[in-house]
């Protein structure tokens, strides 16, 4: 069964831009979930989606947003990019029920802001 | 978010047991205790989870004290492989949240 892919997995942008990040779930996973990782935050949570709605969302900036497709594909979208966005973004998957699923991450899309 | 606490870093040699120690003081009852790894250059992955008992699967054994303030991530026998950034985190029962703190370095030496 294949994994949880990101693309691209490199990104390079510039300050004002804004970039979209997309996941391709595990095969019958329903729940996406992105998290940014820095050496200063640590992993932070972003937002879930389930079934195409936003089930949670982290403290971030409403300059990122995501959205989810009827196939379970996710996207993330940063507008207005700033130096501190800068990070590796992650995607996990799960079956997203009630049980205590475990969470499947991709390699991540390194973005570079400069 | 329930908080937890784990040392930075640790250090052990290769085919020895580890025991990565969390504490949880805060957890509430329907908070599971969950581990996950990171290896360097990939994303987290998961390694166990228990809410009171005990729990054994191929990668690590999870002990639980008995108040659930406090866990023990135990590797029976560690291999360079499995140098990485340990978390220890509380989930909700059905959230698909994690809450990452900053984890434990775990080096293995040959």
């Known amino acids: 069964k294949a994994g949880v892919t990101q693309t691209p997995r490199y990104l390079i942008k510039t300050r004002g831009q804004q970039v979209t990040l997309s996941c391709s779930p595990i095969?019958?996973?329903?729940?996406v979930s992105w998290y940014q990782q820095t050496p200063g935050q640590g992993l932070q949570f972003l937002f879930e989606y389930f079934s195409e709605t936003q089930r949670n969302k982290g403290n971030f900036p409403g300059r990122f947003s995501g959205r989810q497709f009827s196939n379970s594909r996710s996207e993330m979208n940063v507008s207005t990019l700033e130096l501190g966005d800068s990070a590796l973004y992650l995607c996990?998957?799960?079956?997203?029920?009630?049980?205590?699923?475990?969470?499947?991450f991709g390699p991540g899309t390194r973005l570079t802001v400069l | 978010d329930a908080k937890t606490t784990q040392p930075n870093s640790m250090e052990s040699n290769e085919e020895e047991p580890v025991h990565l120690p969390c504490n949880h003081s805060?957890?509430?009852?329907?908070?599971?205790i969950h581990w996950y790894r990171q290896l360097p250059s990939q994303g987290p992955e998961y390694v166990i989870h228990g809410l009171t008992s005990n729990v054994n699967n191929r990668m690590a054994s999870l002990a639980i004290a008995e108040d659930r303030k406090s866990s023990t991530l135990i590797l029976h026998r560690a291999t360079l492989r499995d140098a990485a950034v340990y978390y220890c985190?509380?989930?909700?029962?059905?959230?698909?949240?994690?809450?990452f703190g900053q984890g434990t370095r775990l080096t293995i030496n040959p």
């Open positions: 095969s019958g996973h329903r729940s």
């Open positions: 805060t957890i509430s009852g329907t908070d599971y």
């Open positions: 996990a998957s799960s079956l997203g029920g009630l049980v205590h699923n475990e969470q499947f």
């Open positions: 985190i509380l989930r909700v029962q059905g959230a698909q949240k994690l809450v």
